[in-house]
Structure formats: structure tokens, C-alpha cells
């Protein structure tokens, strides 16, 4: 079974800093895919970023960029320009690239506070 | 975008009572759909996976004759919680796949049970 870790439990950040989110992963899989979703207030999970297992480019989305690292099993998240509205709980997410439909397998979370 | 709804959002019942919770995908048809699990302050956990047409799948753990599931079309899936226990309380999220890397989830639905 695939595990997901997330070893801060709150972190904060000055607006218009940047900041990075810890997150390792367990498995005995080659190929799978990794995601980082962010949980504001209203509990609506909302994707932030995604990385394809076989991709070595790390994944950029406007402010967002990950941090892939195969061999380390390290999939860090990094926030440029922090805005308040980066304020929620980051989860970082794994699923088995298998044929077939998988659910997500998710860490425990981070909760992001961005400081005025 | 893809779009995912839930019903009712937020529910309360009394000790032994059964609860349904629908979650549909407004523009797009899901062949899988998955119920997640969440208490407060605390992450999401996977209970099951609703294949249309087909028995659901349950997670080590989950009880398949508390947690019923029916997907019984390419856009709806219901849990319905039988029997429900002040401890079945929680938040309980839906998501529906569409391809291999993209997943869209429900708003959650807000479970207490008195």
C-alpha cells in the first residue's frame, strides 16, 4: 500500500513571500501520478497542481511549482508571491497510474497561513 | 469545467436512522465515482469506489452493509449511511473520475447524528 506524508502541520508565510510544502511518498509503484490540493474554509477541494510519475520536468502552475524527486520520493510544493487567498489546508495526493480507476491516497494535511 | 455536485450539503439524524447522500457530475459522465471520509482537522480517506453497473469496492475497514453505495447511472451515485451512530458523524466528500490524472470532487456533505 502507498503512504503519503506530510510532516508540517501548519506553516506560515509573509504575503508576497514564498514558501515550500514538505510532502514524501511510499511506494513500490514505477509509474503514478501526484497532486497537491488545496482546502479552504468552505471544504471544497480544489487542484493546485498535478505531476506525471515519467515527466523528470517538474510541473509549474502560475505561482505554483513542485519539486519532483523520484529516486528521494519527495514531491515538495513551492508558492511564490503568497497571496491571502493561498490561506487553507494543502494535501498532497498519490494515485496508482494503473489501468483501471484509482482513488487518491492523501497525507494529512498542512495548514497554510499567509501573514498581511 | 467539470463540475460535481452533492445533496444535501449538510444533514442532521436521529441515532438509527438511515441517511442518503447523492453526488452527481453535472457535465460529464463518470463511470467511477469515489467516497471519501473526512473527520475534522484531519485528512481525506478513501471509503469506496462506485463503479456504474457494478458493485462497489470497499476499503479495508469500511463496513459495506453500514456504507451502502448505488451508482446506478453515468451521473449519480448515493451513499446512504443505514443505521447511523453519533460516531458516523463527519464530512463526507464525493469525486468523480474522468480520465486518468483528473479526479473532480463534490463540495462534501456535513453529516451529525443526534
Known amino acids: 500500500a502507498q503512504t503519503v506524508t506530510q510532516s508540517q502541520p501548519e506553516m506560515s508565510v509573509q504575503e508576497a513571500e514564498t514558501v515550500t510544502l514538505s510532502c514524501t511518498y511510499d511506494t513500490s509503484e514505477s509509474d503514478y501520478y501526484l497532486f497537491w490540493y488545496k482546502q479552504p474554509p468552505s471544504r471544497q477541494m480544489i487542484l493546485v497542481i498535478r505531476?506525471?510519475?515519467?515527466?523528470?520536468q517538474n510541473a509549474t502552475e502560475n505561482r505554483f511549482s513542485v519539486n519532483f524527486q523520484k529516486a528521494a520520493k519527495s514531491f515538495s510544493l513551492k508558492i511564490s508571491d503568497s497571496q491571502l487567498g493561498d490561506a487553507a489546508m494543502y494535501f498532497c495526493a498519490y494515485r496508482s497510474f494503473g489501468g483501471g480507476a484509482d482513488g487518491l491516497t492523501f497525507g494529512k494535511g498542512t495548514h497554510l497561513i499567509i501573514q498581511p | 469545467g467539470a463540475v460535481v455536485s452533492q445533496h444535501p450539503s449538510w444533514v442532521i439524524c436521529k441515532s438509527g436512522t438511515s441517511v442518503k447522500i447523492e453526488c452527481r457530475s453535472l457535465?460529464?459522465?463518470?463511470?467511477?465515482m469515489f467516497w471519501y471520509r473526512q473527520f475534522p482537522k484531519q485528512s481525506l480517506m478513501l471509503m469506496a469506489t462506485s463503479n456504474e453497473g457494478s458493485k462497489a469496492t470497499y476499503e479495508q475497514g469500511v463496513e459495506k452493509d453500514k456504507f451502502l453505495i448505488n451508482h446506478a447511472s453515468l451521473t449519480l451515485s448515493t451513499l446512504t449511511v443505514t443505521s447511523a451512530h453519533p460516531e458516523d458523524s463527519s464530512f463526507y466528500i464525493c469525486s468523480a473520475h474522468l480520465s486518468s490524472y483528473e479526479q473532480y470532487f463534490g463540495p462534501g456533505t456535513r453529516l451529525t447524528v443526534t
Open positions: 457535465d460529464f459522465q463518470a463511470t467511477t
Open positions: 505531476q506525471e510519475a515519467y515527466k523528470q
